[in-house]
Structure formats: C-alpha cells, structure tokens
DNA sequence: TAGCTTGGTCAACGTGGTTGACCAAACCGT
DNA sequence: ACGGTTTGGTCAACCACGTTGACCAAGCTA
C-alpha cells in the first residue's frame, strides 16, 4: 500500500468537457430517491422534535409493520421483505430503545409475539401525523391533483406486490 | 396495470371499509421509495445480463460521480456526501472489482487520484444506457408528458442542494 | 410414536456508514 | 527559511442492517 505507482503520467485535465450528452435515465431514479429521503429527514427532524430522537429512518416503517396488533419476527419478516433473523436484530434493537416488547405466546411456546410498547405507539401516531403534514406541504406546493397523480403513476409503474398490501396491519393504522 | 384502489390515494371519497382513518401520508414516501427500488432491481437485473453482475445497487452512482476524469477520495466523499473515509472504503470494493483504480498525482504528493478503469467505464456506460431505457419504458406507460411532470414535481419539492449540481461531475456523462 | 415443519436464536460474515486519531505533504504569514 | 495551519489519506473501533448456515425446541401430522 505505501509503494509508491509509477506510470502514471499526464492526468491533468485542465478542461473539463462534458463529452456525452444528458442522460436524462440517470436523473429518474436521483429525484425519486431525492423526494424519499426529503420525506424522511423532514419527518425525523420533526420527530426528533418531539422526543423521539432515537428513531432511525427505518424503524417508523418496522412500527407500522408491527401495527397495533402485534406478530412474530418471522411475520415481520414477511412483512418487510428481509430475512427473520434479520427482523429479530431490528425487534432488538427497537426493544431496548423501548419502542417494542416481546411476550411470549401462551398458546404457542415457540412464537413471541412482538408489541409496541406505548412509547412506540406514540411514536407510530406522531409519524403518521408528520407524514400526513408533509403531504399538505407538497399539496400546497404542488395542488392535490398533481400530489395525486404522482402517486397514481408510481403505483402505475411499480409491481403491485412491492407493498405487501395482502398483509393484514399494513396502512391501517 | 393501474389497479384501481379505492380510497387509497383519494382523501376525499370516505371508505366505511377501513376501521381507521386514512393516513396518505404514508403512502408517498413508501411510493417514491417504490419507484426508485424497482429502478434499480431493474438496472441491477440487466447490468447482471450484460456481465456486471458485481454491481451493487450503490456502485453506479459512485462510478457516475467519479467521473470520466477521475477524483479524490475527499472529492468524491463531498460529492456522495458521506465522509471521506466512507468514500475511500467504498473506492477499496470497487478496486478490488476491477472498476477503478488509484494513481498517484505528481502535482501533489498526498492526492491519489481515482480513476475509471475501461471496465468501469463500460459499467457506468451502460448503466446510463439502461437507465434511459428504463425511463423510456416509463414513457411507454405513463405518456412523456406524465413523466416529465413527476420530475418536475419532484425537483420543486426537493431542497435544491440534492443533487450537489454545482460539483462538476455530476449527470454530465 | 416418528418425522417433518415452524419460530427463534446464535455465529460468522459482508456492506456501508460513522468518529477519532494520526501522519505526511502542501500552503501561508511572519 | 521557518513554524503553524490546512488538506488528503489511512487505520482502528464501532454501529446499523442485511445475508447464510446451523441448530434446537415446540407443534403438527401421517
């Protein structure tokens, strides 16, 4: 790592030229991603704001999955579309910042079922708000018809089973 | 292909259905996360087609932000707006995958310069080409109209600062 | 009862990010 | 010319989030 490579001569370019056209593809997916992660750092900043500074951009979807029901890690799994191990390091982490709680099944010893505690359910009811507020802002800036076709034509190009809307708990609550 | 849901997207037509009331708000970040994660599966599946199948979902937009005349890792932590370690440690997987490569600058002792090679120029080359025929494919379904006013949309309602359009470098081929 | 399935956990690992510390080279003001 | 500050790169430790594979206890079923 510290020897030096020599044969590297001449990669000044003191005239940046744009030789190829706009790709205007590339800017599809940057401005879909750029309006996600404006929803989200809004909706945390304000979460933060109102105490809930420990939540990390991914755990208000995990809280919705949850729902006020409850399930297992492996449903949860299912729900998010990752593994059930993978659900039970998140259910962990979000036990011990007391958003959620295990209990166990009595009628089945194998399953835990998986809680938000009320801490979490504050949480969850706050991020629906933000999120619903964050909507009005776009609505203000945008006029609803406009909010709505959006999300007409995302739901338009997008396979129908990305949101897992056959699951029972999810945007219900 | 646009399967009618009715009350999802619409808050003004009450659905007696849905024991809660509605939270749009949740819907439009999951949509835009949606549209942006089928994108890149899509990408990703052919790229694997075309003999780059060691292409992470994240490596495309470093190859794209590295640029045909290269970078620092600094340059291009700035430019991804992650840290400069973060960025040297992913410019250390795409060397290791034959992607770019690191040479030293003769004009500075302590700047090693991050380069395309020619396998990463073809991966970034026909990421934009895949790119576009993606959007097209968008085209086909929603009507160029449509699409590019979702851009639109989307530009309006995103900090400007987003895209880092004042770095050059960026969406300039 | 025997055997398969299911739910949960542990271990190891990969990726992508963070801070903090540190060093060498470059820059700059006296 | 010197000495202090800035800049570029690296190392180390750590965290969040994901993966496979292995394993075990409990439930289900032929």
């Known amino acids: 790592m510290a020897t030096p490579d020599p ?38 900043a304000e979460l933060a704001r109102q105490g809930h500074a420990e939540l990390r951009p991914l755990h208000g979807f995990v809280l919705q999955a949850v729902g006020a029901e409850g399930t297992t890690a492996s449903e949860l799994g299912h729900r998010l579309g990752v593994s059930k191990q993978a659900a039970g390091k998140t259910v962990d982490r979000l036990v011990a910042l007391g958003y959620l709680e295990r209990v166990d099944d009595p009628h089945d010893a194998r399953r835990k079922l998986v809680r938000l505690t009320p801490h979490g359910l504050d949480g969850l009811h706050r991020s629906a708000v933000i999120f619903d507020e964050l909507r009005q802002r776009w609505v203000a800036i945008l006029g609803a018809e406009r909010v709505a076709a959006l999300e007409d034509d995302l739901r338009t190009v997008t396979p129908a089973n990305w949101f897992r809307l056959d699951v029972p708990g999810w945007f219900a609550g």
Not at 16 to 43: E, K, S
């Open 7 to 44: 044969g590297a001569s001449d990669p000044q370019t003191p005239d940046p030229q744009t030789p190829d056209p706009q790709r205007p593809g590339f800017l599809l997916p940057l401005l879909l991603l750029a309006g996600f992660r404006t929803l989200i750092d809004d909706l945390h």
